[in-house]
């Protein structure tokens, strides 16, 4: 872990706001907080004008010279804001450094750090300066017309991508939007049959329920689907469910959110650095971060160590 050194001059930091995280909390958040940045650091800043706005933001900061950055938002605003980072040719994403102020549904990926909620004390990680380092999760489509998906958090396909596409314009309950998601999806999901290949294996499964692709812990309001994510590794956590019906969702619930679920024999679970992944009859919903993603046959890999925030 780094510290901030005690330079004199204020460190330059580029701020992105989505007004709508938090069911349109981030004009408020900001404004409550504006004068405390300015007393910290010197500052721009930019709010979001339409989805996934916060990818070409970036880009554009950092071709401007912005090496460190504030996310006022949610996990997807986040997961935009790692597009951008990632998807930009201006500097090694190493040298980029982010701060997050979090205000979105789920807020998943702050629970692997214990970045806490409450504004000021997320402000006040970030007046504090300590940084460290994570891995970086990069989808890549075998159709090469489709663009790279860079996660920081968690990506599943199957039963969690429906929830992702139930809830992804009606999260105005809080933590309850996904509980409610993850209701309706039990009666619309359909199992699916997949092949992924490691370095080492080719494995196909039949009526899968679920794939999880994990760099950290969290995903769906608290869920723990992955068994040992950890974010420095350079590997992935996949969890691999099948033959999941609506009678073993409901009586495991809990189990979803304490890990328990990960247990069951209906569950394999690896690490690797990377796999691709097929699939055999129909193309089930997939998510990134919490944001829907296009469909397909898919290669992942870890970027290590790959980024800087404050922690």
């Given amino acids: 872990m780094q510290k901030r050194s005690n330079n004199t001059s204020k460190q330059h930091f ?45 880009k554009q900061a950092v071709s401007k010279g912005f090496r460190q950055f504030i996310i006022i938002g949610g996990d997807g605003t986040l997961s935009n804001f790692i597009d951008g980072v990632f998807n930009q040719k201006t500097v090694d994403t190493k040298e980029i450094t982010f701060g997050i102020i979090p205000i979105g549904t789920g807020n998943d990926w702050i629970k692997t750090y214990s970045i806490s909620k409450k504004t000021n004390k997320a402000l006040q990680t970030i007046i504090d300066g300590n940084t460290t380092t994570q891995d970086i999760g990069c989808i890549s489509y075998h159709n090469n017309n489709l663009p790279n998906k860079y996660f920081i958090n968690v990506a599943g396909i199957g039963y969690d991508g429906l929830v992702v596409d139930i809830v992804k314009s009606k999260r105005t309950l809080g933590i309850l939007t996904y509980a409610i998601g993850a209701i309706k999806a039990l009666f619309r999901f359909k199992l699916f049959e997949t092949t992924i290949t490691t370095k080492s294996t080719s494995t196909t499964y039949n009526d899968c329920f679920i794939i999880q692709l994990g760099i950290c812990k969290y995903t ?92």
Avoid: C
Wanted: hydrophobic share 35%; glycine share 6%; aromatic share 10%.
């Fill in 14 to 58: 580029f701020v992105i706001i989505n007004p709508v995280s938090g069911n349109r909390q981030g004009v408020k958040v900001w404004q409550n907080i504006k004068l405390k940045f300015e007393d910290n650091f010197t500052i721009n800043y930019q709010f979001t004008d339409y989805p996934k706005h916060e990818t070409q933001i970036a």
């Fill in 220 to 311: 769906g309001s608290g869920m723990q689907l992955t068994k040992e994510a950890n974010p420095q590794d350079g590997l992935l956590d996949i969890s691999v469910g099948v033959n999941f019906s609506k009678r073993t969702i409901l009586f495991n619930a809990l189990k979803l959110y304490n890990g328990k679920i990960l247990d069951l024999d209906k569950v394999t679970t690896y690490k690797t650095d990377k796999l691709s992944i097929d699939f055999n009859n129909i193309t089930p919903h997939f998510q990134a971060d919490g944001e829907q993603l296009q469909p397909g046959a898919i290669h992942v890999n870890v970027v290590p160590n790959a980024i800087n925030f404050y922690k």
